[in-house]
C-alpha cells in the first residue's frame, strides 16, 4: 500500500486511539525559569504528578487492562527514578521528552543534540529502554528534528498539528523519514487546567466536564472520520481526583467503541510504518 497518510487499522478497527501522558513535573517550571526551584508552593504544585498522580493514573489504566505511552523529561527520571520504573512495570511506553523539557524554538543545532541525547541516557539508565517515540517540549519542532531523531534510531514524532492520521514526516536528508503522530491543543490537558500564578495560565481553570465534553466530541469525530485520536495530559493537572474520573469517562468511551483501536503511540508507529507510506515532505514558508 501506498499513500499519505495511514488509514487502515489493524484488528478489523476504523480508527485508532491512543493515552499520552508528559510527565513534566518540575521540569516545565525550571526548564525556563530556574530561579523557581526556591518557590516551594510551585514545586509541590509540580511533584503532585509524579507523587501522587502517576499512582492514581496507574491504577485506572490497569483496572481498564489499557496500555499508554508516558513522555517523561530525564530530569524526572532522575528525580523519580522509582516512579518512572513502576510506569514501565505497569506495562506502559515510555518516550522522550526531552532533558529539562528544554524549548526548541531558539536552540542551535549542538544545544539540540545535546538535549536528545542527555534524555536517551537518561531513560537508558534509569527505565532500562531506549526509547523510539519522541515529543518536544511544548510541542515545537525545529525543521531539522526529524533528521536528528532518525540519526538516533528513533521511530517516530508527535509534536506536529497538520493531519487527523499519522503519516512518514521526510527527514529531508535522503529517502530517510520518521512517523508523525499529529496532536493538537484541543485535546491536551494544559489549557483545561494549568494555572500557577506568574508562571502558566491566566487563571481561568476549567471544569472536568468541560475537558470532558470536549474530548468526548473529538474522539467521536475523529473515530468517525477514520482517524486518529491522541489525548495528552499530564499528571500533575489530570492526576487529580475529579479530573481524573473525567479522564476515565473518556477511556471508558473509547473501549466502548466497537470499532476504535487502542495501543500505545509505539504501536501506532510501528502500525502506519508496515503501510509503505510516501513521506511527505514539509518546507519552511518563505518570508
Not at 537508558?124 to 534510531?153: C, D, F, K
Not at 476549567?206 to 468526548?216: D, F
Not at 481524573?244 to 504501536?267: F, K, Q, S
Request: net charge negative; glycine share 8%.
Amino acid at each position: 500500500m501506498s499513500g499519505s497518510y495511514c488509514t487502515v487499522w489493524p484488528e478489523g478497527a476504523s480508527a485508532a486511539a491512543a493515552f499520552c501522558f508528559d510527565l513534566d513535573a518540575e521540569s516545565a517550571v525550571l526548564s525556563f525559569a530556574p530561579q523557581a526551584a526556591s518557590r516551594m508552593s510551585v514545586m509541590s504544585h509540580q511533584s503532585y504528578g509524579p507523587v501522587t498522580g502517576v499512582p492514581r493514573l496507574l491504577d485506572m489504566l490497569e483496572k481498564h487492562e489499557v496500555a499508554a505511552t508516558f513522555f517523561v523529561p530525564g530530569y524526572t527520571a532522575h528525580r523519580y527514578p522509582d516512579v518512572v520504573r513502576a510506569i514501565v512495570a505497569g506495562g506502559h511506553e515510555i518516550a522522550h521528552h526531552g532533558y529539562l523539557h528544554e524549548p526548541l524554538g531558539d536552540a542551535d543545532e549542538a544545544s539540540e543534540i545535546r538535549y536528545l541525547e542527555r534524555g536517551i541516557e537518561a531513560l537508558q539508565e534509569v527505565a532500562g529502554i531506549t526509547p523510539v517515540g519522541y515529543r518536544a517540549p511544548m510541542w515545537e519542532l525545529n525543521y531539522r528534528s526529524a533528521a536528528l531523531l532518525h540519526e538516533r534510531g528513533f521511530l517516530y514524532d508527535s509534536s506536529l498539528m497538520d493531519a487527523d492520521n499519522p503519516y512518514e514526516l521526510a527527514t529531508g536528508r535522503g529517502d530517510d523519514s520518521i512517523v508523525e503522530i499529529p496532536i493538537h491543543w484541543a485535546l491536551d490537558d494544559w489549557e483545561q487546567y494549568c494555572f500557577v500564578p506568574e508562571l502558566f495560565g491566566n487563571g481561568i481553570i476549567e471544569s472536568p466536564a468541560k475537558a470532558r465534553e470536549m474530548w468526548s466530541l473529538e474522539l467521536a469525530a475523529t473515530a468517525s472520520a477514520g482517524g486518529c485520536f491522541v489525548l495528552t495530559a499530564h499528571p500533575f493537572l489530570s492526576g487529580r481526583p475529579s479530573r481524573a474520573a473525567a479522564l476515565e469517562l473518556i477511556v471508558e468511551e473509547a473501549l466502548a467503541a466497537p470499532d476504535v483501536w487502542i495501543a500505545t503511540m509505539g504501536e501506532i508507529a510501528r502500525h502506519t510504518r508496515s503501510q509503505g507510506l510516501t513521506p511527505r515532505v514539509l518546507t519552511q514558508p518563505e518570508v
